[in-house]
Protein backbone atom coordinates (compact mmCIF):
# COMPACT_ATOMS: atom_id res chain seq x y z
CA UNK A 1 0.00 0.00 0.00
CA UNK A 2 0.80 3.51 -0.72
CA UNK A 3 -0.63 6.45 1.48
CA UNK A 4 -0.54 9.64 0.16
CA UNK A 5 -1.73 13.56 1.59
CA UNK A 6 -2.07 16.69 -0.39
CA UNK A 7 -2.07 19.56 1.38
CA UNK A 8 -1.68 23.46 0.48
CA UNK A 9 1.40 25.52 1.27
CA UNK A 10 2.16 29.06 0.54
CA UNK A 11 5.05 29.10 -2.22
CA UNK A 12 4.79 26.01 -2.90
CA UNK A 13 0.73 25.92 -4.17
CA UNK A 14 0.80 22.14 -2.86
CA UNK A 15 2.71 19.80 -1.71
CA UNK A 16 1.85 15.98 -1.74
CA UNK A 17 3.69 13.36 1.18
CA UNK A 18 3.75 9.89 0.40
CA UNK A 19 4.21 6.68 3.09
CA UNK A 20 5.57 3.46 1.57
CA UNK A 21 5.33 1.05 4.59
CA UNK A 22 6.20 2.55 7.62
CA UNK A 23 8.43 5.36 6.11
CA UNK A 24 8.04 8.73 3.74
CA UNK A 25 9.36 7.69 0.50
CA UNK A 26 8.03 10.84 -1.32
CA UNK A 27 7.45 14.19 -1.56
CA UNK A 28 6.08 16.32 -4.15
CA UNK A 29 5.72 19.87 -5.15
CA UNK A 30 2.95 21.93 -6.87
CA UNK A 31 -0.01 21.57 -8.33
CA UNK A 32 1.51 18.38 -10.64
CA UNK A 33 2.81 16.49 -7.72
CA UNK A 34 0.00 13.79 -8.14
CA UNK A 35 1.13 13.24 -11.34
CA UNK A 36 4.52 12.83 -10.44
CA UNK A 37 3.80 10.81 -7.87
CA UNK A 38 1.57 8.70 -9.87
CA UNK A 39 4.39 7.80 -12.15
CA UNK A 40 7.32 7.65 -9.16
CA UNK A 41 5.12 4.48 -7.91
CA UNK A 42 4.72 3.34 -11.06
CA UNK A 43 8.05 2.90 -11.51
CA UNK A 44 9.19 2.06 -7.80
CA UNK A 45 6.47 0.63 -6.74
CA UNK A 46 4.85 -1.37 -9.68
CA UNK A 47 1.18 -2.67 -8.46
CA UNK A 48 0.59 -0.77 -5.09
CA UNK A 49 -2.71 0.78 -4.60
CA UNK A 50 -2.23 4.41 -3.67
CA UNK A 51 -4.73 5.81 -1.03
CA UNK A 52 -5.88 8.68 -0.72
CA UNK A 53 -5.63 8.75 3.21
CA UNK A 54 -3.86 9.91 6.37
CA UNK A 55 -1.73 8.23 8.26
CA UNK A 56 0.20 9.18 11.90
CA UNK A 57 3.31 9.08 9.76
CA UNK A 58 2.04 11.45 6.89
CA UNK A 59 0.02 13.42 9.90
CA UNK A 60 3.70 13.63 11.52
CA UNK A 61 5.81 14.92 8.10
CA UNK A 62 2.92 17.51 7.75
CA UNK A 63 3.22 18.69 10.94
CA UNK A 64 6.88 18.89 10.86
CA UNK A 65 6.70 20.51 7.13
CA UNK A 66 4.22 23.47 8.33
CA UNK A 67 6.39 23.93 11.48
CA UNK A 68 9.46 24.17 8.69
CA UNK A 69 7.90 26.58 6.54
CA UNK A 70 7.10 28.56 9.85
CA UNK A 71 10.72 28.75 10.94
CA UNK A 72 9.88 26.55 13.59
CA UNK A 73 12.12 23.81 12.56
CA UNK A 74 15.16 23.07 11.29
CA UNK A 75 15.54 19.21 11.13
CA UNK A 76 13.25 16.31 10.55
CA UNK A 77 12.32 13.52 12.39
CA UNK A 78 10.87 10.89 10.20
CA UNK A 79 11.13 7.86 9.17
CA UNK A 80 12.07 7.38 5.29
CA UNK A 81 12.06 4.35 2.82
CA UNK A 82 14.11 5.28 -0.06
CA UNK A 83 13.76 3.20 -3.83
CA UNK A 84 16.94 3.85 -5.61
CA UNK A 85 20.21 3.04 -6.55
CA UNK A 86 22.67 1.95 -4.23
CA UNK A 87 24.43 5.20 -5.85
CA UNK A 88 21.48 7.35 -5.30
CA UNK A 89 20.92 5.95 -1.91
CA UNK A 90 24.70 6.78 -0.66
CA UNK A 91 24.03 10.76 -2.06
CA UNK A 92 20.59 10.94 -0.12
CA UNK A 93 22.40 10.09 2.76
CA UNK A 94 24.77 12.94 2.57
CA UNK A 95 22.14 15.23 1.73
CA UNK A 96 20.77 14.37 5.05
CA UNK A 97 24.01 15.45 6.86
CA UNK A 98 24.00 18.91 5.32
CA UNK A 99 22.87 21.46 8.36
CA UNK A 100 19.74 23.93 7.81
CA UNK A 101 20.84 27.34 6.12
CA UNK A 102 24.67 25.85 4.69
CA UNK A 103 24.87 24.76 1.10
CA UNK A 104 27.27 22.11 -0.41
CA UNK A 105 28.37 22.14 -4.26
CA UNK A 106 27.64 18.70 -6.48
CA UNK A 107 31.58 18.74 -6.30
CA UNK A 108 31.73 18.73 -2.32
CA UNK A 109 29.33 15.83 -2.15
CA UNK A 110 31.39 14.07 -4.85
CA UNK A 111 34.55 14.43 -3.30
CA UNK A 112 32.69 13.08 0.16
CA UNK A 113 32.30 10.03 -1.66
CA UNK A 114 35.50 9.62 -3.12
CA UNK A 115 34.51 9.81 -6.34
CA UNK A 116 35.88 13.46 -7.37
CA UNK A 117 34.81 12.59 -10.94
CA UNK A 118 31.33 11.65 -10.38
CA UNK A 119 29.94 15.43 -10.16
CA UNK A 120 27.52 14.62 -13.03
CA UNK A 121 26.48 11.77 -11.14
CA UNK A 122 25.73 13.57 -7.71
CA UNK A 123 23.48 16.49 -10.07
CA UNK A 124 21.52 13.77 -11.30
CA UNK A 125 20.91 11.94 -8.02
CA UNK A 126 20.04 14.99 -6.84
CA UNK A 127 17.43 15.17 -9.14
CA UNK A 128 15.62 12.49 -8.72
CA UNK A 129 15.83 12.63 -5.23
CA UNK A 130 12.16 11.68 -4.10
CA UNK A 131 11.93 13.22 -0.54
CA UNK A 132 12.74 17.19 -1.11
CA UNK A 133 13.02 18.99 1.62
CA UNK A 134 13.04 16.61 4.32
CA UNK A 135 16.42 15.15 2.19
CA UNK A 136 17.48 18.88 1.69
CA UNK A 137 18.81 18.43 -2.25
CA UNK A 138 18.02 22.64 -2.50
CA UNK A 139 21.20 23.35 -0.50
CA UNK A 140 23.23 21.49 -3.05
CA UNK A 141 24.53 23.79 -5.81
CA UNK A 142 26.56 24.07 -8.69
CA UNK A 143 29.76 25.93 -9.09
CA UNK A 144 29.22 29.46 -9.40
CA UNK A 145 25.31 28.90 -9.90
CA UNK A 146 21.89 27.66 -8.22
CA UNK A 147 22.23 24.07 -10.74
CA UNK A 148 18.74 22.77 -10.77
CA UNK A 149 15.92 21.64 -8.67
CA UNK A 150 13.45 19.04 -8.70
CA UNK A 151 10.56 21.32 -8.42
CA UNK A 152 12.00 23.97 -10.50
CA UNK A 153 13.89 26.74 -9.40
CA UNK A 154 11.76 28.80 -8.27
CA UNK A 155 10.73 26.52 -4.78
CA UNK A 156 15.04 25.91 -4.51
CA UNK A 157 15.32 29.68 -4.37
CA UNK A 158 11.79 29.99 -2.03
CA UNK A 159 13.60 27.25 0.27
CA UNK A 160 17.40 28.76 0.25
CA UNK A 161 15.58 32.26 1.60
CA UNK A 162 13.89 30.56 3.84
CA UNK A 163 16.67 29.41 6.06
CA UNK A 164 18.57 32.24 5.27
CA UNK A 165 20.78 31.61 2.07
CA UNK A 166 21.96 34.57 0.13
CA UNK A 167 22.82 33.66 -3.39
Known sequence: MLYALRFEQPGFDSLTIAQHQEGICFIGLGPAAGDKLAAWAKRYL???F???QNTPILEKARTQLLQYFAGERRAFELP???HGTPFQ???WDLMTLIPYGKTVTYADL???LNNPGAVRAVGQ???ANPIPIVVPCHR???KGSLGGYTGGLEYKKYLLELEGIGF
Open 89 to 91: LRV
Open 125 to 127: ACG
Open 80 to 82: LTF
Open 110 to 112: ATA
Open 140 to 142: VLA
Open 46 to 48: PGS
Open 50 to 52: LLD
